[in-house]
């Protein structure tokens, strides 16, 4: 793993993206674009102190965004 997978919290497993971030402070929000198994995954990330992770706009429960191999575009937004 390198140092972006753990400072962004992207990072791949079996099932698809597992997203963590461990931003400093500073950062409020990012976005992060990420290609996994030909998919384009727009990862939105804002710090509001509540846990979410939702999927082209359905909240899913856990850490792990489904792997989708269409090549097209998934649009996800995490707050943490």
């Known amino acids: 793993m390198d140092v972006s997978q753990y400072l962004l919290g992207v990072r791949p497993t079996l099932d698809g993206l597992a997203i963590e971030p461990h931003l400093p402070a500073e950062f409020t929000d990012l976005t992060v674009t990420r ?6 995954y727009r990862i939105g990330m804002k710090r509001t102190g509540e846990r979410s992770v939702s999927v082209n706009g359905e909240r899913i429960d856990g850490k792990v ?4 191999a269409d090549g097209g575009i ?3 937004e995490v707050t943490f």
């Open 65 to 68: 965004v489904p792997a989708v």
């Open 74 to 76: 998934v649009e996800v």
């Open 35 to 40: 290609v996994f198994r030909g998919t384009t």
